[in-house]
């Protein structure tokens, strides 16, 4: 089973900081790597996702890097707000015979200071 | 567009109970997977259905069962509940089978003492 190995576990950062979540992946056949983001009290929710042939994808204040040889991508939040607390999860898609299915990382717990 | 939407939101039973709980999802959407989220294990996939048949499962005992209706409703039940099986349960839909995009609920907290 596809192992998706996140890190850090919590992360405090400063209003207007750079807040950075890493993940690495096993299987290099993936397709689709995304990132999700939980409030309290809610369901996850799709923040911003990348496929391998770009290294790089940017929503707004939100950045994927994506290292295919290292297999590892990462999430970027500039500016960082105290809105921006929250449990962001990476993923990436793995096979049970002929059935896709989302694996998770553990998630990283962000707090932004104000 | 209405979202996923899951019931009952709270849920306590004791040891050895069973519980069953339902998910609504997004109109048109006919794909529903269920996830287990505790704060240890994080998000752990329990099983996906897609046109009333169960198309993946996860690694859980038979203890979790579930079970999709012709409107794309779906049901999980949980069977001799064990204190470990306390964790919010999310469920989450999508178009079709496979697709990399997935909406989740708010989930279920089940609280098993």
């Known amino acids: 089973q596809q192992q998706v190995k996140q890190s850090p576990q919590s992360l405090i950062v400063q209003k207007g900081g750079i807040s950075i979540i890493n993940c690495a992946y096993e299987?290099?056949?993936?397709?689709?790597f995304p990132w999700y983001q939980q409030f309290p009290g809610k369901g996850p929710a799709l923040l911003i996702a990348?496929?391998?042939?770009?290294s790089e994808k940017k929503e707004g204040r939100f950045t994927i890097s994506f290292n295919k040889s290292a297999k590892q991508f990462s999430l970027h939040i500039m500016d960082s707000q105290p809105g921006d607390s929250a449990t962001y999860f990476c993923?990436?898609?793995?096979?049970?015979?002929?059935?896709?299915?989302?694996?998770f990382g553990s998630g990283t717990q962000l707090t932004v200071l104000p | 567009k209405a979202g996923v939407t899951q019931t009952p939101r709270y849920l306590i039973k004791t040891r050895g109970q069973q519980v069953t709980l339902s998910c609504s999802p997004i109109?048109?959407?006919?794909?529903v997977s269920w996830y287990q989220q505790t704060p240890g294990q994080g998000l752990q996939f329990l099983f996906e259905?897609?046109?009333?048949?169960?198309?993946n499962k996860g690694n859980f005992p038979g203890r979790f069962s579930g079970r999709q209706f012709s409107n794309s409703r779906s049901e999980m039940n949980v069977s001799t509940l064990e204190l470990g099986d306390s964790a919010l349960y999310l469920c989450?839909?999508?178009?079709?089978?496979?697709?990399?995009?997935?909406?989740f609920g708010p989930g279920t907290r089940l609280t098993v003492l």
């Open positions: 259905y897609f046109s009333e048949t169960q198309r």
């Open positions: 109109s048109g959407h006919r794909s």
């Open positions: 993923a990436a898609p793995s096979f049970r015979g002929s059935a896709r299915q989302l694996t």
């Open positions: 989450a839909s999508s178009y079709r089978t496979g697709d990399n995009e997935q909406f």
């Open positions: 299987n290099t056949a993936f397709d689709y």
């Open positions: 990348i496929r391998p042939d770009v």
